[in-house]
């Protein structure tokens, strides 16, 4: 079980410093990325009318998200936010399908990943929070109900990014140790890849839903 914590690491060196970069997530990540691309132009390239298959996918992910932000939010912020919405969910599922493919593996099962997802969601929701209500406004939430509540309060915000990463990558992590567990002890004779295809696309699809939905609650609740 070598492969488990086994990590192919870019090393740049940097003014007296090194900086480590996990060359391995680096690559599945711009795999994920040229995917979309490609996804995007294929869907979009001679739309029509008559919708060809992959315009029909398309549209059925940006109007299904769309829908699902404006509900969270409304209909003007749904225009600014929900493409947003709708590219996270999109790059989260296909992080957390790639590891069904031979030899390739989800970035998701790196903590950076989820981590500054996680990250760029919170300061989205704020800098959404501080544009809507105004500073003043945004900051005297954090004295409520009363003034010594404050720590309290942004330890609870900042919770909330713990809490949205950390559950993603314990998922994927999770069911990656499971499914090499599984593959030496039956010599990858069947199970593996049936549990594959369940951590894969079950797992996957769902976890990266409710990333997507608690990016979309946690900009709700900051605007409203």
């Not at 040229?34 to 996918?57: D, E, N, S």
């Not at 950076?112 to 939430?141: C, Q, R, V």
């Not at 900042?158 to 499971?178: D, E, H, P, Q």
């Not at 594959?196 to 900051?222: H, R």
Request: charged content about 15%; glycine content about 8%; aromatic content about 12%.
């Amino acid at each position: 079980m070598g492969e488990l914590g086994k990590i192919h690491q870019l090393i740049i060196p940097l003014g007296g410093y090194r900086i480590t970069l996990n060359l391995e997530v680096i690559v599945m990540t711009w795999i994920v990325i040229a995917i979309l691309l490609l996804f995007g132009y294929l869907a979009t390239r001679k739309h029509g009318r008559v919708p060809r298959p992959l315009q029909v996918i398309g549209e059925l992910f940006v109007v299904q998200f769309y829908g699902l932000t404006e509900d969270a939010l409304d209909k003007k912020m749904a225009e600014k936010y929900g493409p947003l919405i709708c590219a996270l969910f999109l790059f989260m599922l296909l992080s957390n399908w790639l590891g069904i493919i031979p030899h390739l593996e989800e970035p998701t099962k790196d903590l950076n990943t989820p981590l500054s997802l996680g990250i760029m969601g919170f300061i989205i929701a704020h800098y959404a929070g501080i544009k809507s209500k105004g500073f003043k406004a945004y900051a005297k939430e954090y004295f409520q109900p009363m003034f010594f509540m404050m720590p309290l309060n942004v330890i609870g915000e900042l919770a909330k990014i713990v809490s949205i990463s950390f559950r993603m990558f314990g998922n994927v992590m999770g069911g990656s140790i499971i499914i090499l567990v599984v593959s030496h002890l039956t010599y990858s004779i069947l199970l593996p890849p049936l549990l594959n295809a369940f951590f894969g696309l079950f797992v996957g699809t769902i976890q990266a839903f409710v990333f997507t939905m608690l990016t979309v609650v946690y900009i709700s609740v900051q605007v409203k």
